[in-house]
């Protein structure tokens, strides 16, 4: 499968920061993945970069996404040794789960120190690919606006220590990716929202998106559209709601760019129902 080569010269310098200085203060990690494409968030030298240092990985997005399928993922890597915990930024609730998570794999530390008396304020990074939601956790966390949030990928720019508690401080970190990454990697991270639009064709990606949908949850387009499936070919469904819903050009030719966008925010938006990718 092709190899894409993506790697903007902030995000080097991004990692490069926090490679040589944020790793050796952190206490541990939360790896922020988006929960309709879980997979394609994790980067493949993780370990190497974070020195072994404990890690709680984070679905995020769980509200966008298929519940089920992410329950499976999460005991996919619970037999590969990986803490996860499933969570939506919007809902206060996941303040506890997280915290509690953090405490779960700091727990030897947490307690060498209640033994010397000493309470301790853990540093916490939060890393992860552009536009997973590693913001809005923390300004959840915080109860406060502290860290930029977009859903436009590559907001964050800079590192910035933000304290919720006595507890934790954690560090808001730009949203970082490796220097290349395989075909179907990069079509999902794109799918997602956490490569610039400006990298594809739009009119493919709408269709890509909606491909797979029909494959895989065909009941949500169903219920989006109200529309039969008894078609012979997919690219005549497609047309369907094209026209359904008013992507024409003159010359009542589909207009398949601005389609393509249009089921591409809705997918991000949520608007076909909850539906994970892997």
């Known amino acids: 499968m092709k190899e894409i080569k993506w790697f903007p010269g902030h995000m080097k310098s991004a990692l ?15 790896y922020v993945v988006d929960s309709r494409a879980p997979y394609a968030c994790l980067n493949p030298k993780i370990n190497k970069i974070t020195h072994n240092k404990p890690i709680v990985y984070v679905f ?14 999460q005991k996919e890597f619970s037999a590969e040794g990986k803490n996860s915990i499933i969570v939506n930024a919007k809902d206060d609730f996941s303040k506890i789960t997280i915290k ?12 060498k120190n209640l033994l010397k008396g000493v309470r301790a304020t853990y540093k916490i990074l939060v890393l992860g690919v552009p536009n997973t939601g590693k913001s809005s956790i923390i300004n959840m966390l915080s109860g406060e606006r502290k860290a930029k949030a977009s859903n436009i990928a590559g907001v964050t720019r800079t590192n910035q220590w933000i304290k919720i508690d006595n507890e934790f401080m954690l560090c808001d970190t730009p949203g970082v990716l490796w220097p290349s990454f395989d ?20 009119s493919d990606l709408g269709y890509e998106i909606m491909e797979i949908i029909y494959e895989k949850y065909p009941d949500n387009l169903k219920q989006k559209f109200d529309v039969n499936f008894n078609f012979d070919a997919f690219i005549e469904l497609y047309d369907r709601f094209c026209i359904k819903r008013g992507y024409i050009m003159r010359g009542n030719e589909i207009d398949y760019t601005r389609a393509g966008k249009a089921f591409t925010d809705d997918f991000r938006a949520g608007k076909f129902g909850g539906i994970t990718l892997e």
Do not use: H, P, Q
């Not at 995020?60 to 993922?73: P, S």
């Open 183 to 202: 075909e179907l990697i990069s079509k999902n991270l794109a799918y997602i929202g956490c490569l610039s639009d400006k990298e594809f064709d739009m």
């Open 60 to 73: 995020n997005k769980i509200d966008l996404a298929d519940e089920n399928r992410i329950k499976e993922i």
């Open 100 to 111: 509690d998570a953090l405490r779960k794999v700091l727990g030897k530390k947490i307690e």
């Open 16 to 30: 490069d920061d926090i490679e040589a200085t944020k790793i050796k203060l952190a206490d541990a990690i939360l």
